[in-house]
């Protein structure tokens, strides 16, 4: 549902920024209260898992309940910058704790000792008849020099709620990081999840397929329900409990690596929104501000190369974060591209973000993503872009100068250094699913329809749109399903490409090669 822009006359609300609506309503609705920032966590003091120092603020505020009774909930975990050697571990407790840690060991009767974990207490203020005070605290641990390609158990705890102790063993969790050298491995990908038993299904599917890693384009959660990024959306901060809840079962032992969508832009956390994402998430460190914009980063696994972007910086559909880094970003992915494409090592690089390049569903394309980034993509030769925002799955041919440069159909293969670049569109990941435009119909492995031309749009500034037919559009489903890519090192390196629906039924397969 929509909620009124409370505090803010609606057209004083229009003129203003993300930025301008926080402070005013900041300094309105708040009071004293806090709030994570970008550059501070709100109500406590962080604490870095490893060297226990504290940065500059209050002391945490802990719990009346004794520690013994409160169970922590929500394990999921993250990579760090490297990860060969490097874990986050992240979960929640419904209260207030004292001296939270985490212990790991080879085995899981034998965790080690204590490492120290940071508390990010989250406060969401309440709007009289509307929603309740909500807070919520996020715990994470940082975990490096671990030993690569070795399997770890974990347990977390804090004071009077030890994972060691008998009662609670079955809590113990593991995980494994990456080998030192590439080997063959497998990730999956789907965007838009939310919670439900769809989103739940699609947990269930790919853990099936044992994957290395997870990648998340964005729409996390939907505790904003609106998307728009402003104060006037719906807003449940308590999904995100829901959601976490629900994610578990796979998110405790398989990295989840997530991105920003325009549902995750959550206007009552920091200037640009992202406070929210950052108290909830320990993501690798190593973009362009990891506090003001967590869902940016990369990260290098085998012989692969992975960046994450927050397309909210850059998109004409949803122009609230429009222009926020001030070109920051696109300046740091140009230097990220460059460094992978030099790396010794690396055969592949895959971009993953929230909005389309190249989709004909409900969002179309997305001509700010277009602009700035698909120059970048062609320079340095990307072989892979995954998205999210339309909730379907769609795969183009491999596009070069916005036209098909090499038909790529179900089967088929692409060299990315001659034909141009296969995007993806992947979010059926749980929420309601769209549909395709009119008399356009699905076409997937199994159920190939004659190929032809589609009548689309894509978006300019102004959040105008601008039709156009497209060639580009090879297959197309409107049914739950996730990516799930191959990766094999050697003298002729590939990604075998497939998609599947929550049943393990295959809708598409394709692979890249490059120079062969």
Known sequence: MDIPDFGIPPRLAARMSMAEQYEYLRTRLMNRRTLVTAGAVAG?????????????????????VHGAAVTPFGRHLAFGADPRTRMRISWQVPAAV???????????????????????????????????????????????????????????????WDPAAAGHRASIASFRTAPASPERFVFTAFGDQGVGQAGKASDNALLKQKPAFHLHAGDICYADGNGTGKTSDGYDAREWDRFLQQNEPVARSVPWMVTTGNHDMEAWYSPDGYGGQYARFALPDNGFDPHGAPGVYAFTYGNVGFVALDANDVSYEIPANFGYSGGRQTKWLEKRLKELRAAKGVDFVVVFFHHCAYSTSSHASDGGIRAAWLPLFARYQ?????????????????????????????????????????????????????????????????????????????????QHNVAETVEWSRVRYTGYSFLRVEAEPGTSPRLKVSALTQSGTRIDHFEIRRGG
Do not use: M
Not at 47 to 57: E, I
Not at 101 to 123: C, T
Not at 421 to 450: C, K, Q, W
């Open 98 to 160: 004292r001296k939270p840690f985490v212990r790991i060991g080879s085995r899981p009767d034998a965790l080690g000792p204590r490492v120290a974990a940071e508390i990010r207490h989250l406060h969401t203020p309440g709007v009289r008849g509307v929603r309740p005070v909500v807070e919520q605290y996020y715990v994470h641990a940082a975990l490096d020099d671990l030993t690569p390609g070795t399997t770890y158990y974990y347990g977390v705890g804090h004071d009077g």
């Open 382 to 462: 990307v072989d892979l872009v995954v998205n999210g925002h339309n909730h379907v799955y769609e795969r183009t041919d491999a596009v070069k100068d916005g036209r098909v440069g090499r038909a790529v159909p179900v089967g088929g293969s692409t060299d990315p250094t001659r034909d141009g670049i296969v995007h993806v569109t992947a979010g059926g990941g749980g929420r309601n699913l769209y549909a395709f435009p009119s008399g356009v119909r699905d076409s997937y492995e199994g159920h190939i329809t004659r190929h032809d031309v589609v009548d689309s749009f894509h978006w300019v500034k102004g």
């Open 44 to 64: 406590g003091a962080l604490v870095t898992g490893c060297t226990g120092k504290s940065a500059p603020g209050p002391t945490p505020a802990t719990s009346a």
